[in-house]
Nanobody, 124 residues
């Protein structure tokens, strides 16, 4: 399973680092996609990192503010979120799909594992 952590309440302009940890399997040959869903809105893919970090993608709205990284030795993927805005408020969750190549679309197709999410609230 996947477990996210690191969410919370932060003021606009602040930072949070989310973690996505795997238990029961190793993340080595999985691409990881971070999603978010705000109340009343559709789920949105925020970032994708392929298995060896060679291909990283971001949705336009977070480019330059969010940074995804992974530590396969520690079996964890991170989403560093800086300069947070109120519109970033959402439940953030990660998903994993088996993939040993560079393909890393911002899509939810065929994911093997999903986490339950961690809530991020950006408010003054």
């Amino acid at each position: 399973q996947l477990v996210e952590s690191g969410g919370g309440l932060v003021q606009p302009g602040g930072s949070l680092r989310l973690s996505c940890s795997a238990s029961g399997f190793t993340l080595d040959y999985y691409r990881i996609v971070w999603f978010r869903q705000a109340p009343g809105k559709e789920r949105e893919a925020v970032s994708c990192i392929n298995w060896n970090s060679e291909n990283i993608q971001y949705v336009d709205s977070v480019k330059g503010r969010f940074t995804v990284s992974r530590d396969n030795a520690e079996n964890v993927v991170y989403l560093q979120m800086d300069n947070l805005k109120p519109e970033d408020t959402a439940n953030y969750y990660c998903a994993a799909r088996t993939s040993g190549n560079r393909f890393c679309p911002l899509q939810d197709t065929g994911m093997d594992y999903w986490g339950k999410g961690t809530l991020v609230t950006v408010s003054s």
